[in-house]
């Protein structure tokens, strides 16, 4: 059975880091580019950043540039998202998704294959 779970979420300050997980299960890394995508309360999903299956190439949102990494790990079948400098405008569900076509897609439209459940995470003072 194919599937995502991630981990990681939690209540963090502004300014902080954060390290959220995405664990995979029945596929791995080499067939499958992931995204990480977030929903806010009354917003949109919107994508965050995603990991190309071909060559690690990675994108970001605008919004999240220069604060968060992704990257992967083969062996342990997991895709990471470190986010630093955390700001309240960051609070969302976060979501990772794959998808095996397509390389590294950010858009929230794009029909990815699989989700996850999500975890939450929440920047406030």
């Known amino acids: 059975q194919l599937q995502l779970v991630e981990s990681g979420g939690d209540l963090a300050q502004p300014g902080g880091s954060l390290r959220l997980s995405c664990a995979l299960s029945?596929?791995?890394?080499?067939?499958?580019?992931i995204g990480w995508f977030r929903q806010a309360p009354g917003k949109e999903r919107e994508g965050v950043s995603c990991?190309?299956?071909?060559?690690?190439?990675?994108n970001y949102a605008d919004s999240v540039k220069g604060r968060f990494t992704i990257s992967r790990d083969k062996d342990k079948k997991t895709v990471y998202l470190q986010m630093n400098s955390l700001k309240p405008e960051d609070t969302a569900i976060y979501f990772c998704a794959a998808d095996m076509f397509s390389l590294c897609v950010l858009s929230a439209k794009f029909n990815y294959d699989y989700w996850g459940q999500g975890t939450q995470v929440t920047v406030s003072s």
């Open positions: 990991i190309s299956r071909k060559d690690d190439s990675t």
């Open positions: 029945g596929f791995t890394l080499d067939d499958y580019s």
